[in-house]
């Protein structure tokens, strides 16, 4: 009994010495665990059976011997259990630490290429910005320098070809087709910083002036006073409505021979 008892003195230090030992890896706590499941069950039989005995008198003549056998054992199960919780615990404990320990390297590897590729594009979308923008906007503005020179070419037969916009000439074609997308159309840069709006196209006010009126169109569709054209139009379509309501209510009337007509004309 005292050689047992030993031994399962023995195995309690074991496991409190590894809960406190960072060194100790999850196969080893879990071999561990293993050992202390098996420990727990070989000493919860060891318990019933002490108990048992001490209940039979042919068995245990002695009962204070009997009860002390029983309570010994008892509490070398009682002990056990009590450490299974707090391996369990610190199994868990270890297994997420590896597992971190594992990931870790992947993870800083991932955010330090992110960071590289976070500042080059910083640097280099700013720095692309400040040359682009004004570009686009020297390019927008000297076009029209374009159209007004053709425009005016005069009729002889030894004028030059009429120039071609900014970015046909810079694109080497004469125009866009179907599948083609002008840059400085459907091009739309963002500024850097949060909030900064877009800095291409540039917002602009239209211009009613140029735009194309249609042959019999009301002309002040085309300036500053459009909206008047609109709110013409609404009140008259709702004269309109109130009119038509105003007729079929006449034509209800005209139709109207009073209750229970259809007896006036049978009597007739």
């Not at 070398?76 to 870790?104: C, I, K, Y």
């Not at 209800?252 to 006036?264: F, I, M, T, V, Y």
């Given at each position: ?79 056990l259990?009590?450490l ?52 686009l906007?020297e ?25 071609l ?42 211009d ?61």
């Amino acid at each position: 009994m005292a050689t047992k008892q030993s031994n399962t003195a023995s195995f309690e230090q074991q496991i409190v010495s590894a809960l406190g030992d960072d060194a100790r890896t999850s196969t080893e706590l879990s071999t561990l665990l293993m050992r202390l499941e098996e420990a727990i069950e070989i000493a919860s039989r060891a318990a019933e059976d002490q108990r048992q005995a001490a209940l039979d008198p042919t068995l245990s003549p002695d009962a204070a011997a009997a009860r002390a056998a029983a309570d010994a054992a008892t509490l070398a199960r009682d002990r056990l259990l009590t450490l299974r919780p707090r391996l369990q615990s610190r199994l868990h404990e270890v297994v997420g630490n590896e597992a971190l320990a594992q990931w870790r390297p992947g993870y800083d590897s991932v955010k330090a290429r992110r960071d590289a590729l976070a500042t080059q594009l910083r640097d280099v979308y700013t720095a692309f910005l400040t040359t682009i923008v004004p570009l686009l906007h020297e390019i927008e503005q000297f076009d029209n320098e374009i159209t007004r020179i053709n425009n005016s070419k005069p009729q002889h037969p030894a004028s030059p070809p009429l120039l071609l916009a900014t970015e046909l000439c810079a694109r080497g074609i004469a125009g866009f087709g179907l599948n083609d997308l002008s840059v400085l159309q459907h091009l739309s840069l963002p500024g850097w910083e949060p909030h900064a709006g877009r800095l291409w196209p540039p917002n602009r006010v239209p211009d009613f002036a140029m735009i194309t009126r249609p042959p019999g169109g009301d002309s002040r569709l085309y300036g500053p006073n459009w909206w008047q054209v609109h709110e013409e139009r609404a009140a008259a379509a709702h004269a309109r409505a109130a009119q038509a309501a105003e007729e079929q209510q006449r034509q209800r009337d005209a139709n109207w021979h009073g209750p229970r007509w259809w007896e006036k004309e049978e009597r007739t």
